[in-house]
C-alpha cells in the first residue's frame, strides 16, 4: 500500500517556467511535511517542509501548497533554473500534533526534474 | 565538517558471502536509519536507531541487521546477501530522537551489487 502518491514521474521544464510537483497522502494521521532534494550521485538533502497548520510556506523560489481537505500538497518551483534539475522527494510523516514522536518517514517515488536552457 | 559517512561507497559481491556497510555521524545526532532506493520505488526505510541499544524495522527489514553500540555508528549487516538486495543505501541521521519530524542528514550512498 502506498501511503504518498507523487507524480509526475518525471517533469521536463524551460529555464524561467514554474515546475509543478504533486503528492497526495491516504493517511488522515500525517502531520509533517517536507520535500528533499536530490542530485545525481548524492545523497537526498531536505529542501523545505510544512505543518499541517499552514497552507502554504515560501522559501526563496519554493512553496509548499498544502490542501489538508484534500489530503494533497505540491512543490512549486518558481522561475525554475538548470540547477535546479535533480529528483524530489515528497515524504510524510505523523506525530508531530499528537507529540507521540515519530521515527519513520515516509516517501514518495520520486519526480526527475530536467530544467532546459 | 558536519557529515554522515558511508563505507564502501560501491561494492559487488556474490550471493551469500556476509557484507557490512558502515555508517558514522560526527553530528552527535540520536537519530538513525537506512533506507534503500530503487528505480521507480523510491526511498524505503529498512532499520532505524532513535538511540544506543534502540531500534526497529522499517518498511523493508527482510535480510538485513542492524546494531547500534555507539551513538555515531549504525552498521548494516546483510549476513546472506541476495540478488534482490541490489540497490543503492543511504545512511541517515537526525538531531532527534524523533527522527521523522526533524531534518534528516543523509550519506553519500553505498552502491551494491549482489550476482
Known sequence: ?117 | EAQVTQNPRYLITVTGKKLTVTCSQNMNHEYMSWYRQDPGLGLRQIYYSMNVEVTDKGDVPEGYKVSRKEKRNFPLILESPSPNQTSLYFCASSLSWQGALYEQYFGPGTRLTVT
Open chain 1, 1 to 117: 500500500q502506498q501511503q504518498v502518491k507523487q507524480s509526475p514521474q518525471s517533469l521536463i521544464v524551460q529555464k524561467g517556467g514554474i515546475s509543478i510537483i504533486n503528492c497526495a497522502y491516504e493517511n488522515t494521521a500525517f502531520d509533517y511535511f517536507p520535500w528533499y532534494q536530490q542530485f545525481p550521485g548524492k545523497g537526498p538533502a531536505l529542501l523545505i517542509a510544512i505543518r499541517p497548520d499552514v497552507s502554504e510556506k515560501k522559501e526563496g523560489r519554493f512553496t509548499i501548497s498544502f490542501n489538508k481537505s484534500a489530503k494533497q500538497f505540491s512543490l512549486h518551483i518558481m522561475d525554475s533554473q538548470p540547477g535546479d534539475s535533480a529528483t524530489y522527494f515528497c515524504a510524510a510523516s505523523k506525530g508531530l500534533v499528537s507529540g507521540a514522536g515519530s521515527y519513520q518517514l515516509t516517501f514518495g517515488k520520486g519526480t526527475k526534474l530536467s530544467v532546459i536552457p
